[in-house]
């Protein structure tokens, strides 16, 4: 295993900083208008948005450079399930790359049993991922709390997950 930071850590940045350049083949993902930022194919949108044009609720969870939140768009009241990440934080631990990573597989992954990451937004201070809100919370959650599933039970509750 590799150790992330000295020597190892800066070859791989280069690396995937190079990724990062390579075009995409098409321009187009799923048939759908892109936007293209440094060479990258986006579906969702990086948007011009504010923190304040949000109305906040519960903390779905928090990690050690983000949070995930509730959050509902005040003009069209669409809810959403707002990451917001600490730029400073990201910066001073080198996680760049992982935050540069995690937008890009979000944006081009497309299933039903995985959130949709809708748009981005960032200012001085933190960068937002808006993903689609699932209120149920998430399936391994479901599963913890009850213990043991029947597929009965694990189908019925997928479903609901998914309504939701």
Same mark, same amino acid.
């Given at each position: 295993?590799?150790?992330?930071?000295g020597? %190892?850590g800066e070859?791989?940045?280069?690396?995937?900083?190079?990724?990062?350049q390579?075009?995409?083949p098409?321009?187009?993902?799923?048939?759908k208008?892109v936007q293209r930022?440094n060479?990258i194919?986006f579906?969702?949108p990086?948007?011009?948005?504010t923190?304040?044009?949000?109305?906040?609720? =519960?903390?779905f969870g928090?990690?050690?450079?983000?949070?995930v939140?509730?959050?509902?768009k005040k003009?069209?009241?669409?809810?959403?399930?707002?990451k917001?990440?600490d730029?400073?934080?990201?910066a001073?631990e080198n =996680?760049v790359?992982?935050?540069k990573?995690e937008?890009i597989?979000? %944006?081009?992954?497309d299933?039903p049993?995985i959130?949709?990451?809708?748009?981005?937004?960032? %200012?001085?201070?933190?960068?937002?991922?808006?993903?689609?809100?699932c209120?149920?919370?998430?399936l391994?959650d479901q599963?913890?709390? =009850?213990g043991y599933?029947?597929? %009965?039970?694990?189908?019925?509750?997928l479903?609901?997950?998914?309504m939701?």
């Amino acid at each position: 295993m590799r150790a992330v930071g000295g020597e %190892d850590g800066e070859a791989m940045e280069r690396e995937f900083e190079a990724k990062l350049q390579q075009p995409l083949p098409g321009g187009v993902a799923g048939g759908k208008a892109v936007q293209r930022t440094n060479s990258i194919a986006f579906r969702a949108p990086q948007e011009q948005f504010t923190i304040k044009d949000f109305e906040l609720g =519960k903390v779905f969870g928090v990690g050690s450079f983000s949070q995930v939140v509730r959050a509902k768009k005040k003009d069209i009241g669409n809810v959403y399930a707002l990451k917001i990440m600490d730029k400073k934080f990201i910066a001073k631990e080198n =996680k760049v790359s992982y935050v540069k990573m995690e937008r890009i597989v979000l %944006d081009q992954l497309d299933h039903p049993g995985i959130s949709r990451l809708c748009f981005t937004f960032q %200012d001085t201070h933190s960068l937002y991922m808006a993903l689609e809100c699932c209120e149920g919370g998430e399936l391994f959650d479901q599963i913890t709390r =009850k213990g043991y599933l029947s597929e %009965d039970e694990a189908a019925s509750m997928l479903l609901k997950l998914l309504m939701l």
